[in-house]
């Protein structure tokens, strides 16, 4: 039976051996998506009240491209001083640190693109692939993208879509590959950046009747998903504390406190849909409200996160 | 002695074939879902897990005023057509597919800036299978170039 035996079922034995090997690899690899405890989420948000901890759960933050079409929307002007400057780049050698500016230097990229400034897109595209390639993001961008972006530059509509390319290869690797605390930071430090870049944009102007200010303080609703985002990766697949990202948190801090300053109010909502156009509208009211001295405390202290993200 | 050999077999078929459904999730939303939000432009967010018929998923976003989006939900072929709701602080349900042909696209704007939850769910299929099927479920958004 023995030799004969095993040269039958040698295929089987195979599969058996390689199906092994998978397994082993992808142990835990639904970390793209959890399974949600409900004691984390007694918040007094209500949309959150409901979450089901048998289900899936994502958080959207604004994407670094998104985050520079809701500052452009609001009546931003271009300012490349606010950008961080590429030589920083040279700097950035720790995982956290290429992460976070990996997400600042996306949003540089496009803010600048956003404003046809097309030399700076070219280095800013630079400046995010060195960050990727020093987070072994492989491929995210390749020299076909460069040649690409370079010969599309009097383009915008295909600027934007590198630039969408680029971060979905960025993100869908690290959250295939066990990662998605590093895609959490990168998206922390491309919606600080844009944060940055609208306080320092609102400067000692008044607040009120101010579009810029007003989608500066609506980034209230998009910090409580800061917080859940970051805190759903406080630990590693080992069950043990994840350092960057409890730094990260302590680091957002004196932001929760400031934003917890800022009232934001939403009235129910109606969905009405153009029968011609097909889109929905959702009729609601915001209203958001701060104290000015309230708002220049929010803007030092997302310059001061800033300041530290970009050492 | 046998039967034991097909299920060994039938375990590791069935884990091979996870991972590859895994391994082209990627793939799906890129080269698949990403298509439906053409004209709009993808915000390069990615949003895709594997779901098995039965299972339901939650995304929390904020959406802002003055922006026009699509919301593009789209299952793999393994699946059958992926149902989702879309509904706000008060739980007012603001749109849902099942009324609206189970469509993978939604094109809507905001008078006012405000959180929404999504809500997806993989029905259970009509086919007599002894096992539930898996497959790749994206989840996309586009935006209008305001300018």
Same mark, same amino acid.
């Given at each position: *039976? ?79 001083? $606010? ?41 800013? *595209? ?19 993208? *460069? ?34 605390? #590093?895609?959490?930071?990168?998206? +922390? ?12 944009? #609102? ?84 209203? #958001?409200? #701060? ?21 | ?33 990403? $298509?439906? &939000? ?12 594997? &779901? ?66 999504? *809500? +997806? ?15 790749? +479920? ?10």
């Amino acid at each position: *039976m023995p030799e004969k035996y095993f040269v039958k079922h040698l295929p089987v034995l195979l599969l058996f051996a390689f199906s092994l090997v998978i397994i082993s690899c992808n142990s835990g690899k639904k970390k793209s998506v959890k399974d949600v405890n409900i004691e984390d989420f007694v918040t007094e948000d209500d949309i959150f009240d409901d979450i089901d901890k048998a289900k899936k759960i994502f958080y959207s933050l604004p994407s670094p491209l998104e985050t520079a079409m809701l500052i452009k929307s609001a009546g931003a002007e271009y300012d490349e001083e $606010l950008l961080n400057d590429i030589s920083n780049s040279s700097k950035y050698t720790t995982n956290k640190s290429m992460a976070l500016n990996l997400g600042i230097y996306t949003t540089d990229l496009s803010f600048a693109s956003l404003f046809d400034q097309t030399q700076a897109s070219i280095r800013y *595209m630079e400046a995010a692939r060195k960050m990727a390639e020093g987070l072994d993001i492989n491929d995210a961008i390749d020299n076909a993208t *460069m040649t690409r972006l370079e010969e599309n530059l009097q383009h915008r509509d295909v600027v934007m879509d590198i630039i969408s390319e680029t971060f979905l290869n960025s993100s869908s690797y690290l959250k295939e590959n066990d990662r998605q605390d #590093v895609a959490a930071v990168v998206l +922390v430090g491309g919606w600080i950046e844009g944060l940055y870049i609208a306080t320092k944009l #609102v400067g000692n102007s008044s607040i009120k009747n101010n579009e810029l200010a007003d989608r500066i303080l609506e980034q209230k609703l998009s910090f409580n998903i800061v917080q859940r985002m970051l805190d759903d990766n406080q630990e590693n697949e080992e069950g043990e504390p994840n350092q960057d990202i409890l730094e990260l948190i302590a680091q957002l801090q004196d932001l929760k406190e400031a934003f917890d300053k800022v009232k934001v109010t939403t009235t129910e909502s109606q969905a009405v849909t153009s029968q011609d156009s097909k889109v929905t509208t959702i009729k609601s009211n915001t209203e #958001v409200s #701060v104290t000015p001295e309230d708002f220049k405390k929010l803007q030092l202290v997302v310059d001061n996160i800033r300041t530290s993200f970009i050492q | 002695m046998r039967r034991t050999y097909h299920l060994i077999i039938l375990f590791f078929a069935l884990s091979f074939i996870s991972y590859n459904a895994s391994a082209q999730c990627k793939g799906f939303a890129k080269k698949i879902c990403k $298509l439906e &939000l053409i004209p709009y432009i993808h915000d390069g967010n990615y949003h895709a897990a594997i &779901l098995t018929e039965g299972e339901e998923a939650e995304l929390y976003k904020t959406f802002y005023s003055g922006q026009e989006y699509r919301l593009a939900i789209c299952g793999s072929d393994a699946l059958p057509d992926i149902e989702f709701q879309v509904i706000d602080a008060y739980k007012n349900v603001l749109y849902d597919n099942t009324e609206n042909n189970l469509s993978r696209i939604w094109d809507f704007s905001l008078e006012a800036s405000q959180q929404l939850k999504i *809500m +997806v769910k993989v029905p259970m299929g009509d086919t007599e299978s002894e096992y539930p099927a898996s497959g790749c +479920v994206a989840i996309m958004f586009g935006f209008k170039d305001t300018e």
